[in-house]
């Protein structure tokens, strides 16, 4: 069965600073994409990074940016110069050979000003 | 604005009563899928479908049921043999370029 971890349900950052969101999946595949999902307080789902595991080099977007370790199979996000705005869910999630779509548990993160 | 929409955004049933949750996209997407949300957890799967008509179960299935007659449209009933229904549901759409999946706004439904 393929599974998604995140050990954190719950974090908090001081505005400014930077943080780290942990996920591990579990899959037998070579061939898939990792997703960090948002979900701020309107339950809007919003796609904040993806990375294909076949590509070495790490995804970024902006403050955004992932640590792929794919024989880990690890995939965490870090948020660098945190914002308020950020405050919200944060979902990992794979999918293979584009079907389905497996999401982890969340950690909600907090921003605090 | 291309785009997936779901209605109502609130939704109020008495308990034994089926219900059918709207979900609409534009963006041209061959899939669709339908997820739960209970507070504080993650997504779980219910419907998903690859191609109009056609749709496999997700892994909570059981009392719900979907149709797929047009390419845009997904509903989703909630039938009364559903045990547990007041959730959080959400719509998603993808296609096969890249693989994201786009979600619409949610539908709350709450059983009285």
């Known amino acids: 069965a393929q599974t998604v971890t995140q050990s954190q349900p719950e974090m908090s950052v001081q505005e400014a600073e930077t943080v780290t969101l942990s996920c591990t999946y579990d899959t037998s595949e070579s061939n898939y994409y990792l997703f960090w999902y948002k979900q701020p307080p309107s339950r809007q789902m919003i796609l904040v990074i993806r990375?294909?595991?076949?590509?070495?080099q790490n995804a970024t977007e902006n403050r955004f940016s992932v640590n792929f370790q794919k024989a880990a199979k690890s995939f965490s996000l870090k948020i660098s110069d945190s914002q308020l705005g950020d405050t919200a869910m944060y979902f990992c999630a794979f999918i293979l050979d584009g079907q389905n779509f497996v999401f982890g548990p969340g950690t909600r993160l907090s921003v605090l000003p | 604005d291309g785009g997936i929409t779901q209605s109502p955004k609130y939704l109020f049933r008495k308990e034994g009563q089926n219900v059918t949750l709207s979900c609409e996209q534009n963006l041209n997407h061959d899939a669709m899928y339908w997820y739960r949300q209970d507070p504080g957890q993650g997504l779980r799967l219910i419907y998903y479908s690859q191609i109009v008509n056609d749709f496999q179960k997700g892994d909570i299935a059981e009392g719900y049921s979907v149709s797929r007659e047009k390419k845009e449209s997904f509903p989703l009933t909630v039938t009364s043999a559903q045990k547990n229904p007041t959730a959080f549901y959400l719509c998603a759409s993808s296609d096969d370029r890249d693989n994201e999946q786009f979600f619409g706004p949610g539908t709350r439904l709450t059983v009285l």
């Open positions: 990375q294909e595991a076949y590509k070495q």
